[in-house]
């Protein structure tokens, strides 16, 4: 064996040491409550909650958020604005070297998202949506989406209209990509008829 060769394993160890310290940090209330400072900036200011973030190692890199919450404006509903059980995502990390996320794959299970315009037009969506490419593009596409057991409830002041829709993706990858739509009846009282015609 070498004079190097100690020197060389030493090192390699060391790397190692690193790797699996900021692999833990990654993982650590500390890091999960960075992210919670990071999105609620960036949804102008509402509070975000993280209940678990979990990393899994490996070619694509695996990212789990479970019990995130996107707080509601004031106005628009005590319901937040997004609740999700779990979100899971597999990322390239060639792509993440150069400051870009190239998503391989997305999974929402069980999102409910409580959207509302008010009569004078102002929506509880519209600050969060920023300046987006201006072709109109998703930053990303949409064909690694998946969709389990998702709910979208919106009312409409201006329209007086109330939508409860079901949403989800079908379990299998084969065939074109569809989602699946369930429009659920909203119960309304009944409307007495007018006594003065």
Do not use: C
């Not at 969709?147 to 009312?155: A, K, T, W």
């Amino acid at each position: 064996m070498s004079k190097a060769t100690p020197w060389l394993l030493a090192g390699l160890a060391g790397i190692l040491a690193l790797l699996g310290g900021l692999a833990l940090l990654a993982e650590s209330p500390w890091a999960r409550q960075l992210i919670e400072r990071q999105l609620s900036q960036r949804l102008d200011g509402r509070a975000v909650s993280i209940g678990e973030f979990d990393i899994e190692w490996g070619l694509p890199l695996g990212v789990q958020l479970r019990g995130l919450r996107i707080a509601n404006v004031d106005w628009a509903s005590d319901a937040p604005l997004l609740t999700l059980d779990a979100l899971r995502a597999r990322l390239g990390v060639g792509a993440l070297l150069t400051g870009d996320v190239q998503l391989r794959s997305l999974q929402l299970v069980q999102p409910q998202v409580h959207l509302a315009r008010r009569a004078d037009g102002q929506t509880n969506w519209a600050a969060l949506l920023g300046d987006g490419p201006e072709d109109g593009s998703l930053p990303f596409s949409p064909a690694p989406l998946r969709i389990r057991d998702g709910e979208i409830h919106y009312r409409d002041a201006q329209l007086d209209l109330q939508l409860d829709l079901s949403v989800a993706t079908p379990p299998s990858d084969e065939g074109p990509r569809r989602l699946n739509v369930r429009f659920r009846p909203i119960p309304r009282p009944s409307r007495q008829p007018d006594a003065h015609w």
